[in-house]
């Protein structure tokens, strides 16, 4: 292995829409520090701290027909039965949501947590509460999707919050997306929800660290709501 293949596993890559406020951090730092050398200081970590929000690290995503994979990094706040987002159009019946809690140093690149067709996406302006609030799916601003798969129809929701201000996507309705691929991303601290069928259980429980594109939400074509039943859990 050359010692250029070694830096690039070590060196996480950035994502692009990180690099107008890095530079912007380092213009910062370069007077601050002409200001005041302690000054310099903040305002290189600073920078460096907003080169780590912005990383954009490569996962390995599980492929198997049926898995739902964890759409963003962060801990798993709540899991509960509620009514999925009215701007999608979909059946206004109880689906299994799951919300995955982004504090400000998680990955914020948001990836698809199922394979199939991007029917919708809806966006819409709200309030901007702590995301880890139950009515913050309701009332903050966020951004919705619906993905029509071969099991039905996941929506997944990127929910802005007290410091995120900003909702980036990265596709539109009729795009095909793939297991894992990025669909978007929430500056500075957020929340993610995925809306799974009611019948669905998930396999991940509250408090649980989720990775997107690697931690396993649930399994549409599995049977381990029959074998949780079976066993009494």
Not at 195 to 207: F, I, M, N, R, W
Not at 219 to 233: K, S
Request: overall charge neutral; hydrophobic content about 50%.
């Amino acid at each position: 292995m050359s010692l250029v293949d070694s830096v690039r596993k070590v060196i996480v890559p950035i994502h692009k829409e990180g690099y107008v406020f890095i530079a912007i951090g380092l213009v910062a730092t370069i007077i601050l520090a002409n200001l005041w050398s302690p000054f310099g200081w903040i305002g290189a970590i600073v920078t460096v701290w907003i080169c780590y929000f912005f990383r954009d690290p490569v996962r390995i995503t599980p492929q198997r027909e049926g898995l739902v994979i964890s759409p963003a990094d962060g801990r798993v706040s709540q899991i509960a039965t509620a009514l999925p987002p009215p701007e999608l159009d979909l059946p206004a019946e109880p689906m299994t949501r799951v919300s995955i809690f982004m504090n400000v140093f998680d990955c914020h690149v948001n990836r698809s947590p199922v394979p199939g067709r991007l029917l919708k996406m809806a966006y819409t302006p709200g309030l901007f509460l702590n995301a880890e609030l139950d009515k913050a799916s309701d009332d903050n601003e966020r951004n919705a999707l619906a993905i029509e798969t071969q099991a039905g129809t996941i929506a997944v929701v990127q929910i802005a919050g007290l410091i995120a201000r900003r909702i980036v996507p990265f596709v539109k309705e009729g795009d095909v997306l793939a297991t894992g691929e990025r669909f978007g991303l929430i500056r500075f601290g957020s929340r993610v929800d995925v809306y799974l069928p009611a019948h669905v259980v998930p396999l991940v429980g509250e408090g649980q660290t989720a990775i997107a594109g690697e931690t396993v939400l649930a399994d549409l074509a599995g049977n381990e709501a029959i074998l949780r039943t079976f066993r009494g859990i």
